[in-house]
């Protein structure tokens, strides 16, 4: 058992952060908001590629004679805005490199790009938007369908690159192109890479900072503008920085340590800040990891989160992209609004109680709580990993679920991964059989599914007040579907370790 | 209401809106109503939020939009109407549940139908509705709340909702960046900032009148009177309908 159990039942003692450094920094919180210098160019494609070349003489990052420090997401922003510096609290029309929409946000975004352009206006660059349909898929709700055609036609029309289209419903499978939820098919895709600008309609888009990038959520009118322009004006936000050491225990995720942090610093805590994850334990960790911690720092209000590129992201990107990236890095002398710092062998497995992820408790605190299903899957919790993660539990405990156990796999790799790889000490076995030998629901087609509730008819939406274990990233009052529903937030692990008793379950009963 | 706004408004930029344009409904009661300060000369009148008969969609059919200048002048204006209180982390899916979100804001139709269901995702302790049954309005055009507001999703369904139901401003103690963010680009919503705890010491249906000049929200049910922040740079965004109308109005991008 951990050394902490007997000492404290307070999830977090404030010996967890050793070192909380509040850094004075005033300055950035005098700029005005929208300070928006007056410029008539009209932006065209030829201003960007003229000035392209450019950048590589700027670039101050790695220079050596750096005047002013800057902290990683200042860098990419700065160079975005071709720029020698940026500073915190400053507007900047940063240049786009990659722009995300999906069926939820696609349509009116196509609404304000087509009213403010022109009926006939272009995209600013066919090959930067991606488009990918994910949320509201396999569902009879005649209005979603119709928003999957609407994104459909706007491609077609604007001869968009890349869009990942469905168009048999009854078999997903039939559609090769499609991948399914929007950050995890970015990833795998190779739409994600280091040093670059990436914004999505959607707030989870700041997933994509575990490539070492600026990514963040707008909303359709930014949307709208960035589709004729290519850039968008963006407040470079100062950066909270988490320095994460220890040796990771074998019964905790990804998932433990964000809602370590927002229960430590809560769901405003990171409020138009960006979130710089550092320390020997997030180096250790996959890309599949990382991105489930840059997923939620949104949960915390924050802007951006970002993982430094490393070996272990080059080689994710091996076989994944071919455009070139040039990875940046905070500057040693960088300037960090505070710092915070845990030794993650001393964290146990968490949850976020309902109805907020900051409602941080130890799973085994919740041991009483008595559950009635079991969600695995969403951006969050739904990836390769995650599902690995689960079958080890179930394989460990070799018992059947007690509740019903709904598996979503995030995208059509994801799915193929839980039917095709073996699960390390199964014999062979894959995650979905592991999963069917346990009770639980069949795997289901790759979407966002019930994690946003949906239209009625989604699959595992909570259509009752039940109580839900979930691995998914927000626990809001209805926002599984039912608005007397509660969700408990967890781990993959804690998931699977719930499901197998009915209750809130610290996943130590089955994997030590 | 709306002849007497027409008649006011000397030089009418703000019909650059984002807003989708359409039919206005005159037989709605508007429930608020806004006092261009006249002590100082209006070059423009601020319109958005401010009638639920959308005063600005129908001016926007009879005016071309040719005739907008850049104008650097500050409109002041008041708003006053009923507050709807809410608590802390109002989230988007309380502002507008997911479930809704197939509604394709920048379609007119749908934009009023989102707004019928403006924060209609609030548990059932909040046991005054928000708007009532069979009605596509809110009789209370100011939401106050507490911290964090509008977080979670990037949603700008959320602020269109509360715009489309007739929610002219919201005073909370903090706001999730996205959401100020769509507020902002949208024009749809004022997101302004109280200076304390005003959701503790206003009550569902008190009459409020807010100051934006003054940065002011007087409570005149209570009798008491609290401090706003300033809106700063985000007000004549706002005030012009959004961020393209603002970027057309001051001469950014060209007007079309």
Redesign the interface.
């Known amino acids: 058992m951990n050394s902490m159990a007997s000492s404290t039942i307070a999830p977090n003692p404030a010996s967890f952060i050793a070192n909380k450094k509040h850094l004075g920094f005033t300055a950035f919180s005098t700029s005005?908001?929208?300070?928006?210098p007056?410029?008539?160019r009209?932006i065209s494609k030829k201003v960007c590629s003229v000035m392209a070349p450019q950048q590589s003489e700027r670039r101050p990052s790695t220079t050596g004679s750096v005047k002013t420090a800057m902290t990683m997401t200042e860098k990419i922003l700065a160079r975005a805005s071709e720029k020698t510096q940026l500073s915190p609290g400053e507007n900047s029309w940063v240049n786009i490199d990659i722009l995300m929409t999906h069926d939820?946000?696609g349509?009116?975004s196509?609404?304000?790009f087509k009213?403010?352009f022109?009926q006939n206006a272009k995209v600013w660059d066919r090959e930067k938007i991606v488009i990918i349909p994910d949320?509201?898929i396999f569902t009879s709700?005649e209005?979603?369908n119709?928003?999957v055609d609407?994104l459909r036609d706007f491609c077609k029309e604007q001869n968009i690159k890349y869009f990942y289209d469905i168009k048999d419903l009854s078999d997903f499978k039939a559609n090769p192109d499609y991948k399914g939820v929007c950050h995890i098919a970015l990833a795998q895709e190779g739409h994600c890479r280091p040093g670059e600008v990436l914004l999505g309609?959607?707030?989870h888009?700041c997933t994509a900072g575990a490539f070492g990038q600026f990514a963040t959520?707008?909303?359709?009118?930014?949307a709208?503008?960035v589709l004729g322009a290519g850039k968008l004006l963006l407040k470079v936000p100062p950066t909270l920085r988490f320095v994460m050491d220890g040796e990771m225990p074998n019964y905790l995720l990804a998932k433990d340590l964000i809602l370590q942090i927002i229960g430590e610093i809560s769901?405003?805590g990171a409020?138009?800040k960006s979130m710089e994850f550092v320390g020997t334990t997030v180096e250790s960790l996959t890309m599949e990891e990382r991105m489930t911690l840059c997923n939620m720092v949104?949960e915390a209000?924050g802007?951006n989160g970002v993982v430094p590129a490393d070996s272990t992201t080059f080689k994710y990107l091996e076989d994944k992209t071919s455009v070139a990236y040039e990875p940046v890095y905070s500057d040693e002398q960088a300037r960090f609004l505070s710092e915070y710092r845990f030794d993650v062998s001393k964290l146990e497995p968490l949850v976020a109680k309902p109805h907020?992820p900051d409602n941080r408790a130890l799973a085994r605190e919740c041991k009483d709580v008595k559950i009635d299903r079991v969600y695995i899957g969403s951006c969050t919790g739904g990836k390769t990993e995650d599902f690995m993660a689960a079958a080890k539990v179930f394989l460990a405990s070799g018992k059947k679920v007690k509740v019903p156990t709904f598996l979503v796999p995030a995208t059509q790799k994801v799915w193929m991964d839980v039917y095709g790889l073996p699960v390390p000490g199964s014999g062979g076995k894959t995650c979905s059989q592991i999963f069917e030998e346990a009770g639980c629901d069949t795997p289901a087609s790759p979407n966002c599914g019930a994690c946003?509730?949906?239209?009625?008819d989604t699959y595992a939406r909570m259509n009752e007040p039940t109580v839900c274990v979930s691995t998914t990233n927000?626990n809001?009052?209805?926002?599984m579907?039912h608005?007397?529903g509660q969700i408990y937030l967890a781990s993959p692990y804690t998931a699977a370790a719930s499901a197998l008793t009915g209750y809130v379950t610290d996943p130590r009963e089955f994997l030590q | 209401m709306a002849a007497s706004l027409l008649s006011l408004s000397p030089n009418p930029t703000f019909t650059a809106s984002t807003k989708p344009s359409f039919s206005p409904s005159y037989h709605t009661t508007p429930h608020f109503v806004k006092f261009p300060n006249t002590s100082q000369t209006p070059t423009h009148l601020i319109v958005k939020p401010l009638s639920t008969h959308s005063p600005r969609a129908s001016l926007s059919s009879i005016i071309p939009r040719a005739t907008a200048t850049p104008t650097t002048s500050t409109t002041q204006t008041s708003f006053h109407g009923l507050c709807y209180v809410v608590g802390d982390n109002i989230d988007t899916d309380q502002i507008i549940p997911a479930e809704y979100l197939t509604l394709v804001p920048s379609n007119p139709e749908e934009y009023e139908k989102l707004g019928s269901y403006a924060l209609i995702g609030l548990p059932s302790s909040y046991t005054t509705r928000f708007i009532e049954p069979n009605e596509n309005k809110t009789k209370y055009s100011i939401v106050i709340g507490g911290y964090n507001f509008g977080c979670g999703s990037s949603r700008e369904h959320a602020p269109v909702a509360l715009g489309a139901a007739g929610v002219a401003a919201v005073v909370a103690e903090s706001y999730a960046r996205i959401f100020f963010r769509n507020s902002v680009a949208t024009g749809e919503v004022y997101p302004l900032e109280s200076e304390g705890r005003i959701c503790e010491e206003c009550r569902t249906g008190d009459t409020i009148t807010i100051e934006l000049a003054e940065s002011r929200l007087i409570n005149h049910t209570t009798g008491k009177e609290y401090k706003l922040k300033p809106i700063g740079d985000a007000g004549p965004v706002i005030e012009a309908g959004g961020i393209f109308a603002y970027a057309r109005k001051t001469g950014m991008i060209p007007t079309n």
């Open positions: 005005s908001q929208f300070s928006i007056k410029c008539n009209r939820v946000c349509p009116g196509f609404g304000i009213k403010e022109g949320h509201y709700d209005r979603a119709r928003n609407i309609t959607d707030s888009t959520g707008i909303g359709n009118t930014d709208g503008f769901v405003s409020t138009y949104v209000g802007k907020s946003l509730g949906g239209p009625k927000r809001f009052p209805g926002r579907g608005k007397e």
